[in-house]
């Protein structure tokens, strides 16, 4: 799997989910690592690279057509873990751009 940090210096992964960054997490080792040698050499198992800021719009349309979200806004209360699932993406989402 490719995880990537954002300008605001979120590490993402390809789906665009927020990857914990706590202390001993094997990914904030590794990164860690990448940071010291000055970010030259990638870590073996990650691909850290700098992404373009994307508005809500570009993120949320990269899972979701307007299609599906007037289907799920539509369906909120007859399938609730979908929008459960659609809602916690889209504040996923919010926190990588602010």
Not at 10 to 26: K, R
Not at 29 to 52: S, W
Request: with cysteine; glycine share 4%; charged share 30%.
């Amino acid at each position: 799997m490719k995880y990537f940090q954002t300008n605001s210096g979120y590490i993402v992964d390809e789906n665009n989910e927020l990857v914990p960054m706590e202390e001993g997490h094997p990914l904030y080792i590794a990164y860690l690592a990448f940071l010291k040698q000055g970010g030259a050499v990638e870590p073996t198992d990650f691909e850290i690279e700098v992404i373009e800021p994307k508005t809500l719009i570009e993120l949320i349309r990269e899972r979701y057509s307007i299609d599906d979200e007037l289907s799920i806004q539509r369906q909120r209360e007859n399938k609730p873990d979908e929008f459960i699932e659609y809602y916690a993406f889209v504040e996923n989402c919010k926190t990588l751009i602010n």
